[in-house]
């Protein structure tokens, strides 16, 4: 799942509902991603006896920070990095970005970028990879894109959402894709509803069916995937991207 290499793992975490949270791991350090709860990513690090290093959130929504604090009990050195604009509503942050924004994390670098939508303040992490070391970029991108679809407007605006998604648009085709939810079945078939007879749409989905009865998780997805059949990023313009956002919020399979 995703790119196999021994020093750039990343490992999924399945908890609540539909959340994923992410664990990236190289040597014996791990960088945690949006963890909704704190119990499962305990047991994980100590198992395979990792120490965190730091917590990347995305956004302030409960099951995205909501286990944080017990994490930093385990480990109170782990940095939590999030959005400066959003340090009210993301307390524990103990490294606050911006835009644009570079850090270095486990020897990769990480491009910090704005994408607000699903909320006002929310951030992807983009981790740039290289070919020398043969890793692929990776996004971790919260609850802006997910698999064949995108997060709900909670705060932002439907141009908002528009111009996050073809900021995205904009990254190498061969980024992996990593969500917070795994949502990406529903949203195939909502897909497949307006364009039935698209064919790398009915392809996804008969994979996706296949990997979720199997107990397997669909992500991470390659952006180029995305792009063949996630209607939100095929949209040409805020209004394409509206009426879509729309139509899928009342979609009833």
Not at 220 to 246: H, I, M
């Amino acid at each position: 799942m995703g790119q196999e290499n021994k020093n750039f793992i990343i490992h999924p975490i399945p908890v609540l509902m539909d959340n994923i949270i992410w664990i990236w791991v190289k040597n014996n350090q791990a960088v945690v991603v949006d963890p909704a709860i704190s119990e499962p990513v305990i047991n994980w690090l100590n198992d395979h006896k990792l120490t965190l290093n730091s917590i990347l959130q995305t956004h302030h929504h409960e099951d995205h920070i909501g286990g944080t604090k017990d994490l930093l009990s385990s480990w109170p050195s782990a940095e939590v990095i999030a959005a400066k604009r959003d340090i009210e509503r993301i307390p524990l942050q103990t490294y606050s970005v911006t835009d644009n924004e570079t850090v270095t994390l486990l020897d990769e670098k990480i491009t910090v970028l704005e994408v607000p939508g699903h909320t006002s303040n929310h951030i992807c992490f983009f981790v740039h990879g290289s070919k020398k070391t043969k890793i692929d970029p990776v996004l971790f991108c919260g609850d802006t894109l997910f698999g064949a679809g995108c997060g709900r407007l909670f705060e932002g605006t439907p141009n908002q959402m528009f111009e996050s998604l073809q900021r995205i648009n904009t990254l190498p085709k061969n980024t992996w894709i990593y969500c917070a939810h795994e949502y990406t079945k529903a949203n195939l078939q909502w897909a497949q509803s307006i364009y039935p007879e698209d064919s790398y749409i009915k392809k996804r989905l008969e994979d996706v069916i296949h990997k979720r009865e199997k107990g397997l998780q669909s992500l991470p997805s390659k952006l180029s995937e995305e792009q063949k059949t996630n209607l939100f990023l095929r949209a040409k313009t805020s209004k394409e991207f509206s009426e879509l956002r729309f139509h899928k919020d009342n979609w009833q399979s």
